[in-house]
């Protein structure tokens, strides 16, 4: 099984609906996966291949990324917890 093919299977697994891999994409060469984790033997998915994200989920992944820094965004990221508790979308 080819790596992109075990990211297709995981994806459908989870119903997260991707696209064919840009074959002019400049991360993975129309690969589908930018590299393979060398403890977990799993590829990484490419951008390319992933839906894409509303400014609410963009938001929130960008928030879990990394902890807040000050109070601004300490009080943006719980209020964009709260209101997105319930609620995921992927586009």
């Known amino acids: 099984m080819t790596p992109l093919e075990g990211i297709q299977k995981a994806a459908k697994e989870f119903n997260i609906p991707i696209k064919d891999a840009n074959p002019n994409c400049k ?5 589908g996966y930018t590299s ?5 033997g799993e590829p990484v ?3 390319c291949i992933m839906p894409d994200m509303n400014e609410t ?6 928030m879990s990324a ?4 000050n109070r601004k965004e300490k009080r943006l990221q719980a ?3 709260k ?4 609620k995921v979308n992927l586009g």
């Open 27 to 31: 991360s993975c060469y129309g690969r």
């Open 36 to 40: 393979i984790n060398t403890t977990t």
């Open 45 to 47: 998915p490419c951008k």
């Open 57 to 62: 989920t963009k938001r929130a992944v960008e």
């Open 66 to 69: 990394r902890p807040p820094r």
């Open 79 to 81: 209020k964009y917890a």
């Open 83 to 86: 209101r997105n508790l319930t």
